[in-house]
């Protein structure tokens, strides 16, 4: 990995044989908001691997209207989308099959986090491009820092904005080059203001709500955190001293579970440890509650961990505190209990039961927001 200058995609070598050819090389630019030059600098690779006699070709490629993106763009090959019909509309979307036939060297595709088209094969545009790389085709792709899955709760705290379309984290930790394109934030709002982001009529509302200073310093600083620990992650462990570090986060059926496992995922990434993900049973599930379950273990399969549901064995506490023994998980993410005083009177505190009977285990409580 490498947060440095672009460096030259390599492309499949030929010595592959077709039933398993290589790899595909993915490298990603990564930036803290849209407007910072993600697509611009993509572009302009692909453009110097053309000058270089490299079959490139635009996979998919969204300008938002902004010239400097067209300019750079112009004289690329683009690759023709293909068109989805969706309840009476036309949508287009990168035409995954045509690329597999076409066989490119090297393919560019903005907007890595985006989701497909109802009824497309793919739910997103990362699983598209994973396709891509297994059939030995290299990838340039963008992303913005608020589509990592193990942010999201951290971007809408500090910014308020929940987005909807998440990047599963394994998509970074398993590419091969992770590039920052970086800006401070006072430059990003005088790009912003001479209308190089956005049509002028949606200025003055992105500055004073989304493109705050503070906003995109938190930003800026999650960006730059981000692809540092994608690039240390990669380094080669030294040794490989000591035990592997476990994360166990306990989740419940309900809403909050969800910020749980993201940072648990955090500090798994931190810490190069695995990701244990676990659910009690507690008795029959509604199915908005059975949803929730199904939505954690999406998550958590996206951050890398395992998600597993365990019968409970004489208590919930005691169930966790077993599972931390057997399992030799030497850090826990709990969340702060929804029962009132009186029912953790009368069931105990599945809290305090983890901190009082586990030994030599960092436990972290979050509390509720």
Known sequence: MDMSEPSE?????????????????????????????????????????????????VGYLETHGREETRRVAEGLPVFPRREVQYKGAVLVE???????SARP???????????NAPGSRNAHR???????????????STVNIQHV????????RLTGVRVRDRLPDVVLQQADEVILVDLSPQALRERLRQGRIYAPEKVDLALKNFFTVD????????????????????????????????????????????RLVRRGGRIARRLKGDLDVVYVESGSLTREQQK????????????????????????????????VSQNHVT???????????????????????????????????????
């Open 292 to 323: 929730l379950l199904e939505n954690f273990r999406a998550i958590t399969e996206s951050l890398g961990g395992t998600f597993t549901v365990i019968p409970n064995r004489g208590g919930i506490g005691r169930t966790l505190v077993e599972y």
């Open 94 to 100: 990168m035409d995954v099959d045509g690329l597999l």
């Open 149 to 156: 899955e193990s942010l999201n709760d951290l971007v809408v």
């Open 215 to 258: 906003n995109l310093a938190a930003l800026r600083e999650l960006a730059l955190r981000q692809v540092a620990d994608v690039v240390e992650a990669a380094a080669p462990e030294e040794d490989n001293v000591g035990m592997k570090e476990r994360i166990l986060v306990a989740c419940a059926a309900e809403p909050e579970s969800g």
């Open 331 to 369: 850090q826990v993410v709990i969340g702060e209990s929804s029962r009132s005083r009186l029912q953790e009177f009368l069931r105990g505190s599945i809290v305090h039961r983890v901190l009082r009977d586990t030994r030599n285990v960092d436990v972290y409580v979050i509390t509720r927001e």
């Open 105 to 115: 060297d090297v393919v560019m595709v903005d907007e890595l986090a985006h989701a």
């Open 126 to 140: 990362y699983e598209d491009v994973a396709e891509l790389l297994a059939a030995g085709i290299s990838v340039i």
């Open 9 to 57: 995609v390599r492309p499949s070598s030929g010595s592959a044989t077709a039933s398993a050819p290589a790899r595909g090389h993915h490298k990603v630019y990564v930036g803290m908001a849209a407007g910072v030059g993600k697509t611009f600098r993509a572009l302009q690779e692909l453009r110097e691997l053309q000058a270089a006699g490299r079959n490139v070709v």
